[in-house]
């Protein structure tokens, strides 16, 4: 088999140990796997950013911008956004290679336990692509994540107009018109799911329709710190 990455074979050496218990079938090579850092030290308890402080100067921001109360609960992120990774990304999500998502499985499923076990009657929503990027990229990333998670999903959010986020300022982008619209009210808590975490202003944008419309919590699960 060949790396879904780099396209090099995948050697497995034989010793004693893979002899007697074979090891499941490697999707990436050893070079590969090794670039893609988990995010580890202390960070952020509220966005999962590498800091010192128990929450960001960002977080805090966000706190007063919605009078004392943020509308997300906290956000919980995998990987570093190193340029291994962007790569990687951009290769999945760009270039369409639905497959090389695949080796993001286990590691997202394993996260989401230790990360939101303890939350009851969660239900999962992947942010939604406005159907000009669904049209050109074949797939939404976040659904395939969600995909990969066993928890009940639903796809109650739908974008208003198409993302042109990332040509606004910061300023721009706090204070412009929520991109999305909930089809449908729920109680339940939700955690949202996404590939990256960037500025926060998209997940916090979902999370506040849905705190609006009666949800209890809402917490983000990404892939990616940005
Ligand atoms: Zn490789
Ligand atoms: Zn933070």
């Given at each position: 088999m060949n790396c879904l990455c780099c396209h090099e074979e995948i050697i497995i050496e034989l010793d004693w140990a893979n002899f007697l218990f074979p090891p499941k079938s490697s999707k990436l090579c050893d070079n590969c796997k090794r670039q893609m850092t988990l995010l580890h030290g202390n960070r952020c308890n509220r966005c999962s950013r590498?800091?010192?402080?128990k929450i960001c100067d960002d977080c805090l921001r966000w706190q007063r911008y919605y009078d004392g109360v943020d509308v997300l609960e906290y956000n919980y992120s995998v990987y570093t956004y190193s340029s291994f990774m962007q790569d990687l990304i951009a290769k999945w999500k760009y270039r369409g290679d639905y497959e090389l998502g695949t080796v993001f499985e286990d590691s997202y499923?394993?996260?989401?336990?230790?990360?939101?076990?303890?939350?009851?009657?969660?239900?999962?929503?992947?942010?939604?692509?406005?159907?000009?990027?669904?049209?050109?990229?074949?797939?939404?990333?976040?659904?395939?994540?969600?995909?990969?998670?066993?928890?009940?999903?639903?796809?109650?959010?739908?974008r208003t107009h198409g993302e042109k986020q990332s040509k606004k300022s910061r300023n721009e982008r706090i204070y412009s018109e929520n991109p999305f619209i909930l089809q449908e009210?729920?109680?339940?808590?939700?955690?949202?799911?996404?590939?990256?975490?960037?500025?926060?202003?998209?997940?916090?944008?979902?999370?506040?329709?849905?705190?609006d419309a009666g949800c209890p919590e809402v917490y983000s699960y990404t892939l990616i710190r940005g």
């Open positions: 590498v800091t010192e402080d499923s394993t996260f989401f336990q230790k990360a939101f076990a303890s939350i009851k009657d969660a239900v999962i929503i992947p942010i939604p692509l406005s159907m000009e990027r669904l049209h050109e990229r074949c797939f939404n990333q976040a659904e395939m994540l969600a995909s990969f998670l066993s928890l009940k999903k639903m796809n109650i959010l739908s009210k729920l109680n339940n808590p939700v955690i949202l799911v996404d590939d990256i975490y960037t500025t926060g202003t998209t997940l916090r944008h979902a999370a506040k329709l849905l705190k």
